[in-house]
């Protein structure tokens, strides 16, 4: 009788196979079985993304156009960072705050010293780029947030993941087009409301999504109503283009994603390479 081993001699080649071969065929033994739902909610962390770099975008342009003073969006990014301060240990009811060991105190003190170092620094960051050529200052601004929206930690354990790369590429492009506004202090203001949104406002989004998913569900998409008002007004075309990838990236991709886990064939069996369960570490001694 046939045996699956090579260090004894059989009457059979090397290549020999029998009927019992196959029988321990399996087919998608790790595949997952997704349900829509669960896909589209998972799906606003992309939406929240794009929605947070087309506001910074949008306000950009407001900002550079006079259309939106520096003195009124930083009155109205404080305003939005402290209801979202209140909110964020309302949720849990300050358990995180009082596992992570940090005061209110120690917050504030690291708001204060951020905004004293920025605004000392908004002199420098406004002349920083002076030698650089508009359109390049555009071009590196456009790729630095499109590898933050590449790199950005949407939930996914994925060896491209890495948040502060995402993040240190969000306030380059905040800093290259700060840099091209009339004065410091709008300079200044840009480069603080970057901060909200591209480090603060995504901690908050976590804590929503984790501890209350309806209320993160009605964020995600008051947030995207928001940004595509704000495209409206600048262009209509732009936010029928940008509502359709919305829609694509919330509705049409999880639809797809699960129909074509219908199609997966994976096969495994015998041929499989060996996986060595037992401990070896008292070899390696």
């Not at 949720?91 to 705050?97: E, L, S, T, W």
């Not at 480090?199 to 501890?211: D, F, I, N, T, V």
Request: hydrophobic share 50%.
């Amino acid at each position: 009788r046939w045996q699956k081993v090579l260090y004894e001699r059989q009457p059979f080649p090397d290549n020999y196979v029998d009927q019992r071969f196959l029988e321990e065929l399996r087919k998608n033994v790790h595949a997952r079985q997704y349900r829509y739902w669960a896909v589209v909610f998972q799906s606003g962390a992309v939406v929240q993304q794009l929605c947070s770099v087309c506001v910074f975008v949008l306000t950009w342009w407001y900002m550079d156009a006079g259309m939106l003073s520096p003195q009124g969006l930083f009155g109205a990014a404080l305003v939005s960072s402290l209801l979202g301060y209140v909110l964020f240990d309302t949720v849990d009811g300050g358990a995180g705050r009082w596992a992570s060991g940090r005061t209110r105190w120690a917050d504030l003190k690291s708001t204060l010293v951020f905004a004293a170092f920025t605004y000392g620094f908004s002199p420098v960051l406004k002349t920083l780029t002076e030698s650089i050529s508009t359109d390049t200052i555009y071009a590196m601004s456009a790729l630095m947030l499109l590898g933050h929206l590449i790199f950005f930690d949407y939930g996914a354990n994925a060896a491209i993941v890495s948040s502060t790369l995402s993040l240190n590429m969000a306030i380059f492009a905040s800093v290259c087009l700060a840099s091209r506004l009339p004065r410091s202090l709008h300079t200044f203001v840009m480069v603080t409301f970057a901060m909200q949104i591209f480090a603060l406002w995504p901690m908050l989004q976590k804590k929503l999504k984790a501890r209350t998913p309806w209320c993160y569900v009605g964020v995600t998409v008051l947030f995207a109503l928001a940004a595509l008002a704000g495209l409206a007004t600048i262009s209509s075309v732009g936010a029928v283009l940008f509502a359709s990838l919305l829609l694509t990236i919330s509705c049409l991709c999880p639809y797809c994603l699960i129909r074509l886990q219908l199609l997966k064939d994976n096969i495994h069996g015998p041929w499989d390479e060996a996986e060595i369960k037992e401990d070896l570490s008292r070899f390696l001694m």
